[in-house]
């Protein structure tokens, strides 16, 4: 039986949300290790389930909570005490099969890396953002991890995105797009031009350059870029379709008219709102590292944190990192002759 | 009288809709250049206007047209008989006071630099999109001008963009944003984290960082980065916003309750529609070169077309090459010296 462990200190309602989440997914049968204060947590699993917690959930006490920001994630692989540190050592020992965080990002990036390592020939792990379009998720990575990239990282992006994609949600053969400011080969800068050669020469369903709006019309199932850019995209996309909902709800109550029509609208537009909910997939798979690691959104609320240890459960299910690694692997023979 | 040098062959419906939004813009009384093939523009002429166009409309021949592409960008010096260079040598020989054109970015900017050159103190011009958020516009730039920059050009994006905003929007003291990944001065590229620095100590009201997200609730009224960044963010904007009004379009469909919903809460919606548009600005100018240029976004009808000449208009109205000479004069005196 798969174990997920969950950093109950990590993100901007920790650990109530967490905790919540947590109870809502070991509820439903699955087993939560959940990594924290022991007896803050004691207090909020009694709150939250004065009826008694489900069997399937148990608390491994961590006594120190990396806060959010760079100078923590900077320390974080001395505070060995961390509910990030416990739980990915929880993964690292073979007692958990996953670690999920809203937490620092750059410290679960960093700590992943120092505790679990990389998959064989990969460089660099990417945070992949699953978007989901009306047509479908699509994943973009990097969203953040690596500000900056070489053509090299972006193939390997590429090829554990696909195998994500085909494993995880059952694309058959997912199509590639790099992320770009326009169509031609020789557009952006020079880690771009040279990538998009890469990609076109590495066996993977290449189809060019994309630009921001093309994501969104469903042109490539894995669309790969630094992560800066990736970050950029991200965000942008939150903003603007925040903004947007913000000025639909005022306008349905601006007017008598207005308010009728929205009253009739409303329970279409939450379908809207349900279906580009950031929630929905719950958290971003950090893919190349040793191990099954999820990275929550810091805004997480109960809903985005159960969603996202199932998440974190189909992936154990679906065997991420073995499915991972024969990817690689299988690419390295494939691709012409290296030195790897 | 300034006259406002219009590129008739530019854009992806041109020459058409431009020529019928040059006639927009002549009958309310500026005096319109329209740059293109004579024969084919007086078709156009006489069938969009068979009463007779303005007469502050004329027409300036030019028999070659630059398409679309970075290939045609690169031909653009040697072909002196395109509409994008005739057009730029009539800024550049005073018979008219502004360029518009919505046609190949790429082309526009290298022949600007070629014919009309850089404002003294400036090192890259940058392309800068105004976005109509509620709270009002907010400038960003580079998008897509320079997909690689240096720390000084995001200071000297900062410098142009505070005097456009405040000559031409009215805004008392507008505040920089230098976008980012987060809000660590830490964070991001060596040369984003450079860029916060210099322009911490530069003498604009710097903000610091502002990631994707936070550009819409309007925390700065200039957000700079460099031309890649800047280009994700304007076309990832543009397609989540499409993306969900076509959702919206679709939910009002759906069912007899959103049908009707949806004809009660149109005018409203539209008037989202209006506010979000960028037509509304029409044209993002090309902030750093000696003259006034305006390019246009490839997809303008139009409306679009007639209020990018607007724009360009007012631009000569409150002297923006002046105006931008100036403020960069005056920083490079308030600044550390420099070799300059």
Do not use: C, W
């Not at 109960?302 to 499915?323: F, P, W, Y």
């Amino acid at each position: 039986m798969s174990v997920i462990a969950v950093d109950a200190m990590g993100g901007d309602e920790a650990p109530s949300v967490v905790v919540e989440g947590a109870i809502e997914a070991a509820r439903e049968g699955i087993q939560v290790a959940l990594v924290g204060d022991q007896a803050v947590l004691e207090q909020h699993i009694v709150r939250i389930a004065p009826q008694g917690a489900p069997p399937t959930l148990r608390v491994v006490h961590a006594g120190d909570v990396i806060e959010m920001g760079d100078h923590a994630a900077l320390e974080a692989r001395t505070r060995r005490d961390s509910s990030i540190y416990v739980g990915l050592q929880l993964v690292k020992q073979g007692e958990a099969d996953a670690f999920v965080s809203a937490g620092n990002t750059g410290a679960v990036f960093a700590l992943s890396l120092l505790l679990l390592g990389r998959i064989k020939g990969i460089e660099r792990p990417a945070l992949g953002g699953v978007f989901p379009l009306p047509t479908g998720p699509v994943l973009v990575l990097d969203v953040g991890a690596n500000a900056e990239v070489r053509p090299s990282h972006l193939v390997q992006f590429a090829r554990v995105g696909i195998a994500y994609m085909h494993e995880l949600f059952g694309i058959a053969d997912p199509s590639v797009g790099l992320l770009n400011i326009g169509e031609e080969p020789t557009k952006g800068t020079p880690v771009v031009i040279e990538a998009h050669a890469a990609l076109a020469k590495s066996g993977v369903r290449f189809i060019g350059n994309v630009e921001g709006r093309q994501v969104f019309n469903h042109v490539a199932d894995v669309v790969v870029t630094d992560g800066f850019s990736g970050n950029v995209f991200l965000k942008t996309a939150e903003g603007a379709i925040d903004v947007l909902f913000r000025e639909i709800r005022d306008a349905a109550t601006s007017t008598l008219r207005s308010r009728i029509g929205g009253l009739l609208l409303r329970p279409a537009l939450r379908g809207i709102v349900q279906k580009t909910d950031y929630r929905q997939y719950g958290a971003a798979p950090l893919l190349g590292v040793n191990g099954a690691v999820f990275i929550g959104h810091g805004r997480s609320d109960a809903r985005a944190i159960a969603s996202a240890i199932r998440t974190a459960q189909r992936a154990v299910d679906h065997r991420l990192r073995e499915v991972l690694t024969a990817a690689i692997a299988e690419a390295s023979d494939g691709a012409p002759p290296t030195d790897a």
